[in-house]
C-alpha cells in the first residue's frame, strides 16, 4: 500500500500564521479607519482654529482616534494610572521610556494636551502624519544637527506657550525592552524654561511588535504610570545630573511595574 504524506503544521506554525492574518486585519482596519477620522480632524481643525490657537481639541480628539484600537480589540488592554498628575495647562516636559512602535498608540492614553517630538518619517506618513501636521507636532531628524536646533526651537515655542512636550529620551526604540541611556534634550529644555519634568514610565509593549517589523507577536497588556513630577531647580543647572536621575526613577519604577505583574 502506498502512504501519503500528511500535511500536519505544528503549533508553532498555526500561531504564526494566526498572527500574520491578525496583524493583516489590524492594519487594513487602521488604513481605513484613519481614512475616515483624518476626515473628522480636518473638519474639527477648521473648525476649532479661530478659538482653540493651540490645538487642544484637536489633540484630544487623535487621542481618541489611537485609542479606538484598544477600545475595538479585546486582546489589547491598557491601564493608564497617574493621570492626574499631568497638566491640563502649563509647561511641562514629559519624559517616557520607549519600547515599541505601539508605545505611540499607548501614550495618547494619557489624555492631556502635550506636543509630540516625533522623527521626521512620520510626518509623511498619509492621513496619521497628516494629522500630525494639523496638531502642529515637532518633527525631528536624528543625527541632523540642523533639525536638532529647529526641535529645540520648537518645543521651546510650546512651553513658552503653556503647552507640554513629550519627547523619548532613549531617542529610539530599544531593542530588548531594557532602558537605553538618555538624550540631553529634555533636560536641557526642563533648566532653561524652567519647568518640571514629568517621567512616564510604560511596560507591556516591548514583545508586541518587533522593531523592524509589523507582525503583532502577542496580545497587549500595557501599563502606564505617571509619575511625580520633578523641579529641575533643584540639580543647579546641571543637565547631565537631571537627566540620570530622571533615568534612574524611571528604571526604577519599571521594574517594580514587571515585578507586579
Known amino acids: 500500500?502506498?502512504?501519503?504524506?500528511?500535511?500536519?503544521?505544528?503549533?508553532?506554525?498555526?500561531?504564526?500564521?494566526?498572527?500574520?492574518?491578525?496583524?493583516?486585519?489590524?492594519?487594513?482596519?487602521?488604513?481605513?479607519?484613519?481614512?475616515?477620522?483624518?476626515?473628522?480632524?480636518?473638519?474639527?481643525?477648521?473648525?476649532?482654529?479661530?478659538?482653540?490657537?493651540?490645538?487642544?481639541?484637536?489633540?484630544?480628539?487623535?487621542?481618541?482616534w489611537a485609542q479606538l484600537y484598544f477600545y475595538v480589540n479585546p486582546m489589547w488592554h491598557l491601564r493608564v494610572e497617574g493621570r492626574e498628575r499631568l497638566p491640563w495647562k502649563g509647561a511641562a516636559v514629559l519624559v517616557a521610556n520607549h519600547e515599541s512602535l505601539g508605545d505611540i498608540l499607548v501614550l495618547f492614553g494619557l489624555y492631556r494636551p502635550f506636543k509630540w517630538v516625533s522623527k521626521a518619517e512620520n510626518f509623511k506618513l498619509p492621513l496619521i502624519g497628516w494629522n500630525m501636521h494639523l496638531n502642529r507636532y515637532v518633527p525631528l531628524i536624528r543625527g541632523d544637527r540642523a533639525s536638532i536646533i529647529q526641535m529645540m526651537a520648537g518645543c521651546e515655542r510650546w512651553l513658552s506657550r503653556g503647552v507640554p512636550i513629550l519627547m523619548f529620551p532613549e531617542g529610539t526604540r530599544s531593542k530588548?525592552?531594557?532602558?537605553?541611556?538618555?538624550?540631553?534634550?529634555?533636560?536641557?529644555?526642563?533648566?532653561?524654561?524652567?519647568?518640571?519634568?514629568?517621567?512616564?514610565?510604560?511596560?507591556?509593549?516591548?514583545?508586541?511588535?518587533?522593531?523592524?517589523?509589523?507582525?503583532?507577536?502577542?496580545?497587549?497588556?500595557?501599563?502606564?504610570?505617571?509619575?511625580?513630577?520633578?523641579?529641575?531647580?533643584?540639580?543647579?543647572?546641571?543637565?547631565?545630573?537631571?537627566?540620570?536621575?530622571?533615568?534612574?526613577?524611571?528604571?526604577?519604577?519599571?521594574?517594580?511595574?514587571e515585578a507586579e505583574r
Not at 540631553?184 to 510604560?202: E, H, N, S, Y
Not at 503583532?216 to 537631571?242: K, M, N, S, T, Y
Open 176 to 257: 530588548d525592552g531594557e532602558v537605553k541611556a538618555f538624550k540631553d534634550g529634555a533636560f536641557t529644555l526642563a533648566i532653561q524654561q524652567r519647568c518640571p519634568i514629568i517621567p512616564v514610565v510604560l511596560t507591556g509593549t516591548a514583545r508586541t511588535m518587533p522593531k523592524h517589523g509589523l507582525i503583532i507577536q502577542q496580545a497587549v497588556h500595557a501599563r502606564v504610570r505617571v509619575l511625580e513630577p520633578i523641579d529641575p531647580e533643584g540639580f543647579a543647572g546641571d543637565v547631565h545630573a537631571l537627566r540620570d536621575h530622571v533615568r534612574d526613577v524611571i528604571v526604577r519604577e519599571k521594574a517594580r511595574m
Open 1 to 64: 500500500m502506498p502512504t501519503y504524506a500528511v500535511w500536519n503544521p505544528s503549533i508553532h506554525d498555526r500561531v504564526g500564521a494566526i498572527r500574520i492574518l491578525l496583524s493583516i486585519a489590524f492594519w487594513t482596519f487602521l488604513a481605513l479607519s484613519s481614512a475616515v477620522l483624518f476626515l473628522g480632524a480636518l473638519l474639527l481643525w477648521a473648525l476649532t482654529r479661530p478659538f482653540d490657537a493651540n490645538g487642544r481639541v484637536l489633540h484630544l480628539y487623535s487621542c481618541f
